[in-house]
């Protein structure tokens, strides 16, 4: 079975987990409404999948709560008392046997220790969650099988809530007036069961319960952003098809169009500074990260070849600490996808301007020979971009499975205007001094002082 792997640097430079408080693609589609949910949504963006017929399955989960539009049919708030009251394994907490007075007798009431209170709370949760749960499976938008083909896509994932519904053991419980207080006795007796007997059947449910809140969470914002469903085929297709695909965190971002192929699987990227390399090789890595974990992505529409892994080479920081320099950390990362590539693999490799860290003479060399052994490897896709445009002419000569690509820059005068839309070939755009010259630099360094 194939498994997908990715690393640290590779999360980082997608942005995937983030920092703290800043833009991640996690928190772009995290609106789930409980602390479960948002504990399996993160699990997701940990292991995305390798398995085309399994990232299928999901994303049409997904699509079917898209076109519903349902909301969440549970009240969160019930999550964490529920989660709280199961948490408490200890044996000797269960409540003792008593006496009841005339009172309580007369008012079924619970004595309101904070123990006594807290046990009660868990109880009357899971009551009301039974209660929403039966609800849940009236409703023929979730828990009846309404395909068009006799069979909900969901219906699988709802046996866990089904058997806790269909649990004979549990029908005096759910037949308890959801109106009616329980008296002490009745709170001690339902403790037992659903705290220690029935508690490995609860959690599954829990869990079932929030995997529904990931799949509304995720459906939400498809619906909101206007996102595609892509559709995985298997591996050895080795081909992906984006068409219309674009960084969701870019305001008014221009969208572009890439196959990758066995006869062009390596994608060979030029432009001039500012021209939108690094972001258009962003979305190409973001839209293949979600797509393999069966979610939907910013494009308008995309196929892909499953792949085993995806490592990328953008954001490559300095190690200062430990006597690094940029062009060292360049080899020691191209060493590890190298490394990757070694094990025989069908993977996603996108690197940013290969060697930019050393001399003009190096880089040509090195791009030219680290390009030609990754185009000897069909098996895999690669992005590569670069400044470097003479090793192009070289590679067109060596590699007959090099697709060139560019983003184009037009002059408007003397001021640069990019379009960020790909077009075929190499381009030989340099416009770093033009942009110095507009900005000034020169002439405020060699401005003579007034006396």
Do not use: W
Request: proline share 4%; net charge neutral.
């Amino acid at each position: 079975m194939m498994h997908f792997s990715t690393d640290q640097q590779t999360l980082n430079d997608l942005m995937v987990f983030g920092k703290p408080g800043a833009n991640s693609i996690l928190s772009l589609f995290n609106k789930t409404l409980t602390s479960g949910g948002a504990e399996k949504l993160a699990d997701m963006f940990r292991y995305p999948m390798a398995d085309f017929e399994g990232i299928n399955t999901r994303s049409k989960i997904i699509q079917y709560f898209a076109v519903k539009k349902l909301a969440f049919p549970f009240q969160p708030a019930l999550f964490d008392v529920i989660e709280q009251y199961l948490s408490n394994t200890d044996e000797r907490s269960k409540l003792q046997p008593r006496e009841s007075s005339v009172s309580e007798k007369l008012k079924g009431l619970v004595v309101a220790d904070p123990h006594t209170k807290s046990i009660n709370d868990g109880v009357t949760a899971l009551r009301q969650l039974l209660a929403d749960l039966q609800r849940f499976f009236a409703d023929p938008d979730f828990g009846q099988n309404t395909g068009t083909d006799g069979q909900h896509p969901y219906s699988a994932e709802v046996q866990p809530m089904q058997a806790l519904l269909q649990d004979a053991d549990l029908n005096g419980f759910m037949e308890e007036n959801a109106g009616k207080t329980l008296s002490y006795t009745a709170v001690a007796g339902y403790d037992v069961l659903l705290r220690f007997k029935k508690r490995d059947k609860i959690r599954s449910c829990l869990q079932a319960i929030y995997q529904l809140d990931v799949y509304l969470s995720v459906a939400g914002i498809a619906v909101q952003r206007g996102f595609c469903y892509p559709d995985a085929m298997p591996a050895e297709r080795g081909e992906v098809v984006f068409e219309g695909v674009y960084h969701p965190f870019v305001k008014g971002a221009v969208a572009n169009s890439l196959r990758i192929d066995p006869q062009g699987n390596v994608i060979f990227l030029t432009g001039a500074n500012m021209a939108g390399k690094s972001t258009l090789m962003k979305s190409l890595g973001t839209a293949m990260y979600l797509a393999h974990m069966g979610f939907p992505v910013p494009a308008k529409a995309m196929s892909f070849s499953v792949r085993e892994g995806i490592y990328t080479s953008i954001n490559l920081p300095d190690n200062l600490g430990r006597g690094m320099s940029h062009f060292y950390a360049e080899v020691l990362r191209i060493k590890k996808v190298s490394q990757e590539l070694g094990q025989n693999k069908h993977l996603f490799i996108i690197i940013d301007e290969l060697f930019r860290g050393t001399n003009v003479k190096d880089a040509y060399e090195a791009t030219v020979a680290i390009t030609s052994a990754f185009a000897a490897k069909r098996n895999c896709m690669f992005v590569m971009s670069t400044h470097i445009m003479e090793a192009g002419d070289t590679l067109k000569q060596r590699c007959n499975n090099i697709n060139f690509v560019y983003l184009p820059t037009k002059m408007d005068g003397k001021l640069p205007v990019y379009t960020y839309r790909l077009e075929k070939g190499i381009t030989a755009d340099r416009h770093g001094m033009i942009i110095i010259n507009n900005e000034g630099i020169l002439d405020i360094l060699n401005k003579k002082l007034s006396i």
